[in-house]
């Protein structure tokens, strides 16, 4: 018998997971042969140079792309191979997605946006989900703009609207995409701190790309990436430590 996901503590694993995008001498190989997962309950950063391939490792975990070759699964849920239908209501049910550039509908107000995932999935939030969107919009300082729409939004409000559309259905893996990238610092630490209760407190399964060394000292765990492949994954680091880390994955570079 295989082993499961479950077995091995995991919310979502990649094995041997290829991808690549176009084809002939214009191939990009993005990713090369990657195998890791998202543990459950844990909050991970996932760090690395620009084109090293960790948007596109979180959208073929998430269920948003598909790989070129190797394996993937959500909880015990093989979505290698999976139906669109069967794909799309899965990662309805289990996912929360911070997409880089917040994916917001232009037509849809602050709220209208926040509640997608509910209307989405055809049904309108609980007493408890409307208690916690109300907790969200408050942290996350939307209350003074549920009804305007994303185009007379800042580019920090628009990414504060899509952390908390993420989160709404408090789904069980969250993956997120630079979520502090647009944000000052005090909004910054804000949703960092939202993201380390979301697992801390709430055992939700989180995976953060981000470039901030600051940021990736919150996480439980931090996976480097470079040129498609893991070129670290370490147990909680101090800022201090990332920047070295980084610097030294540099100076690497340069000299390779
Ligand atoms: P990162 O998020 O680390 O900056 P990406 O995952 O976005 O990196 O990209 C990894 C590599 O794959 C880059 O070389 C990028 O140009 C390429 N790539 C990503 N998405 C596409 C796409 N849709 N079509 C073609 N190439 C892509
Ligand atoms: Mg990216």
Do not use: Y
């Not at 991970?44 to 394996?71: N, Q, W």
């Not at 959500?74 to 799309?88: A, H, N």
């Not at 647009?182 to 470039?211: K, P, W, Y």
């Amino acid at each position: 018998m295989e082993i499961t996901t479950t077995d091995l503590g995991l919310a979502a694993r990649v094995q041997q997971l290829t991808k690549t995008f176009g084809s002939g001498d214009g191939e990009v190989r993005a990713l090369d042969n990657v195998s890791v997962g998202v543990r459950r309950g844990e909050f991970t950063a996932i760090m690395g140079p620009s084109g090293s391939g960790k948007s596109t490792l979180m959208h073929v975990m998430a269920g948003l792309d598909a790989a070129s070759s190797g394996r993937a699964w959500i909880g015990d849920t093989e979505i290698t191979g999976l139906g669109d239908k069967e794909l799309t209501l899965l990662r309805r049910r289990r996912v929360g997605f911070v997409f880089q550039g917040f994916n917001l509908v232009p037509t849809l107000d602050v709220m209208g946006n926040i509640l997608l995932p509910f209307d989405l999935d055809g049904r309108t939030p609980s007493a408890l989900e409307r208690a916690r969107i109300e907790g969200l919009v408050e942290t996350l300082g939307l209350s003074p703009r549920l009804r305007h729409r994303p185009h007379e939004l800042s580019g920090g409000q628009q990414q504060r609207v899509a952390i908390a559309r993420a989160l709404a259905t408090a789904p069980d893996l969250v993956f997120a995409d630079e979520p502090t990238g647009n944000l000052d610092s005090r909004s910054g630490c804000e949703v960092l701190a939202l993201l380390r209760a979301a697992s801390a407190e709430h055992g939700q399964s989180i995976a953060m790309v981000t470039h901030d060394p600051v940021a990736a000292s919150h996480a439980d765990r931090v996976v480097f990436l470079g040129d498609g492949r893991i070129t670290a994954d370490m147990p909680r680091q101090t800022a201090e430590q990332i920047s070295a880390h980084m610097l030294a994955a540099d100076g690497a570079g340069v000299a390779a």
